[in-house]
């Protein structure tokens, strides 16, 4: 069994999947990311806007190999790290990116976790492992993530380009139809099959 299957709320860390342009935002919306967009389904009216132009679809998925640990050095991820105390979870995300790569993102939707896999936010109480006060905006169920954390992804497009830093060994932007090929974390594949869906929707 995965050691992810002890993810407990609280201790929460953020990453983004970088492609090289978000989807078209009208099937993407940032708070319905895991509803499929069925437009068999989508509701009709004379007040329905105009669809909007058809922008490209994306194509390649920035791909970054851990530098360290040594367990997980070679193992592709999505660039991102810890929530620090005060922070909210998209500015850590935006924080992280920049230690990381030195590169600023636009943020699309937040890739959220199937109901399967789902682990709560923390709850505020006297018998909370997490001060909840000190994690405002942890409060959404996320992805379990190695080492008993759980983790948010957004979708992002970059601002300028990605720089390789110190804790990635390599930064490669891979064609979507190839990244599956490549030695992920183990937690990271379920969130990959769900980008994935989301964007065979989002076409
Ligand atoms: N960043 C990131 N961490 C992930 C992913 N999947 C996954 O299970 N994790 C786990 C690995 C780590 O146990 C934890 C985050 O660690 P991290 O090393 O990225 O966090 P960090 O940058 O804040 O840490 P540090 O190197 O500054 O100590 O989450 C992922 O796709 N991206």
Redo the contacts with the bound molecule.
Sequence with gaps: MLE?RRARPGRL?V?AAVLDRLPNAAQTDADHASTAFSPATAPQSAATPAPRPTQAAPRTLLCAARA?PAE?AGQY??????VEPGETPKAALVR?LEE?LSMRVRLGAEILPSPDLAVPPPTAGPDSETDTAAFPGDDRSAWP???G?R?R?WLAEPVGIARLGA?HATLSWVPLDKVGTLPW?P??RP?LEAIRRLLAHAR
């Design positions: 992810t860390v990453a360290y997980h991820e999505f660039p991102g790290g810890k992280e990381e993530a190695m080492h954390y983790m992804v804790a974390l937690a990271d969130i």
